[in-house]
């Protein structure tokens, strides 16, 4: 996508090219029909953070992967360019947007998220169970001489208190979840031995590129059967949670699924 002056509107002039191809031209008339900019070329940058594709001799750089906005929200972007350091397995490089967005959240919304998450199924335990049923006892065994008179909101802030003092000594907080739980060690080693492969210049050896695709087919395969391995035990979970009649985490889990 070259820099022509008729272009300028859509697309800035920080292109990495001077002129441009049939594609480029096609990409400016649908940003153009659709209301769209092109904020990948609006950015001073270095060449090198500029170009999102390198044949395979290092010969020859490209930029073809863009980032689009409507041109209403335009100013969200604040800066696009490429990082040549992620490893994504491809020619192609990382391109990444920096965007601002304001959103309103509403007081009430902010609070919901600042409250701690403890885990309940700790309650299960017999031991914990007990150990919170005294330290509760303990707490509200001071709130019985209350005085009538005394404020229903300052009563209300030490239930509330004695509650989550309770929870605190009693249980733990709330283990956020991973994204990819299946994601081990062992996998992070597999990855680190094929980073180290591309990294030793495997575009020039024929041999380094044979084995190099060798590795990637068996991180892949890796991959792959820690992930069954993971969804046959959440499936196994399910069916155990069903048998028992244990109905919440039996939709708990089947909610981590509809979440992808």
């Not at 199924?121 to 007990?130: D, H, I, M, Q, W």
């Amino acid at each position: 996508m070259g820099i022509e002056i008729i272009f300028k509107p859509t697309i800035g002039q920080e292109s990495l090219h001077q002129d441009s191809n049939d594609n480029g031209i096609r990409v400016v008339n649908f940003a153009t029909s659709k209301n769209l900019v092109v904020k990948s070329t609006m950015f001073p940058h270095r060449n090198i953070h500029k170009y999102t594709w390198t044949s395979p001799d290092c010969k020859t750089h490209n930029q073809i992967d863009h980032v689009l906005i409507d041109r209403r929200w335009h100013s969200s972007v604040l800066d696009v360019r490429s990082f040549r350091g992620a490893d994504c397995d491809t020619d192609h490089y990382l391109v990444i947007a920096t965007v601002r967005e304001r959103i309103a959240v509403c007081k009430q919304a902010a609070q919901m998220f600042d409250r701690q998450r403890f885990n309940l199924r700790k309650l299960n335990e017999s031991e914990v169970r007990e150990q919170y049923q005294i330290e509760i006892t303990n707490r509200f065994a001071a709130l019985e001489n209350v005085n009538d008179e005394e404020d229903i909101n300052r009563i209300w802030e030490n239930i509330k208190e004695n509650i989550q003092t309770s929870a605190e000594e009693s249980l733990v907080v709330h283990d956020l979840k991973q994204n990819r739980p299946w994601l081990d060690e062992e996998c992070l080693g597999s990855l680190d031995q094929r980073s180290g492969l591309k990294c030793s210049g495997y575009r020039i050896q024929a041999k380094a590129i044979k084995n190099l695709n060798n590795v990637r087919r068996e991180v892949s395969r890796h991959f792959r059967d820690k992930k069954k391995a993971y969804l046959r035990a959440k499936i196994d979970e399910l069916e155990t949670n069903s048998k028992i009649q244990n109905i919440r985490n039996f939709y708990r889990g089947i909610n981590d699924f509809k979440k992808g």
